[in-house]
């Protein structure tokens, strides 16, 4: 079993929904969590990075963590066609623990 | 500012070749990574380097090697290619445990 696992999608929705992406992870010593997204052909950038349980929004994104059930989310609020690529969770333990990274899931925001 | 370089772009090799895949940075990061990306299988941990002078492997090192050849290189090497090594290589940096900034990879295929 992967420490972290993630749906692959595709996943497509209409230009303007409410995206819900998620993953689970079975490490109960992860506390650091991020969301990377990777475009077509390209290196991952980071988008979010959460500590610990609770919310965290960045203008139309908002990644959350529950680490009771060890789920983590993200959300995106009125997508945009350029919104579409590939979205990778990832955690580690420590600071100076390294990355665990989910398989990724495809996203398409069409017009 | 570059961020993190890598090159080829793109390599094909017959089975047996040997190649080296080259990353630089600009950023004064003190920590390197080698990642592998594929299909259902997302982003693998080669090689790191905390810092100018070490190397630790990672999640699927065999095959491989690395050196950290200053602070801002750090390169991979593949000695006797195999079809197995088929893969998008990243090359990624940070600035200790956090955030890592990733290159535009290397598309591998060996025949």
């Known amino acids: 079993q992967k420490e972290v696992e993630q749906d692959p999608g595709p996943l497509s929705v209409p230009e303007g929904a409410i995206v819900s992406l998620s993953c689970t992870y079975s490490n109960s010593a992860f506390q650091y969590f991020m969301w990377y997204r990777q475009y077509s052909r390209k290196g991952p950038e980071l988008l979010m990075y959460?500590?610990?349980?609770g919310n965290k929004e960045d203008g139309r994104f908002t990644a959350q963590v529950d680490k009771s059930s060890k789920y983590i989310s993200l959300f995106i609020r009125d997508s945009q066609p350029s919104d579409s690529a590939t979205y990778l969770c990832?955690?580690?333990?420590?600071?100076?623990?390294?990355?665990?990274f989910g398989t990724g899931t495809r996203l398409q925001v069409t017009l | 500012n570059a961020g993190v370089t890598q090159t080829p772009k793109f390599q094909v090799l017959k089975t047996g070749q040997s190649m080296t895949l080259q990353c630089a940075q600009d950023?004064?990061?003190?920590?390197m990574y080698w990642y592998r990306q594929d299909p259902g299988m997302g982003l693998r941990l080669i090689y790191y380097?905390?810092?100018?002078?070490?190397?630790d492997k990672g999640e699927v090192p065999n095959g491989y090697n690395v050196s950290r050849l200053n602070k801002r290189e750090f390169s991979l090497r593949l000695e006797s290619a195999a079809p197995s090594q088929t893969s998008v290589y990243f090359c990624a940096s940070s600035e200790g445990s956090d955030t890592q900034y990733f290159g535009p990879g290397t598309r591998l295929t060996v025949l």
């Open positions: 990832a955690a580690k333990a420590g600071t100076a623990s390294k990355l665990t």
């Open positions: 950023m004064n990061h003190n920590s």
């Open positions: 380097s905390a810092s100018e002078g070490t190397t």
């Open positions: 959460t500590y610990s349980s």
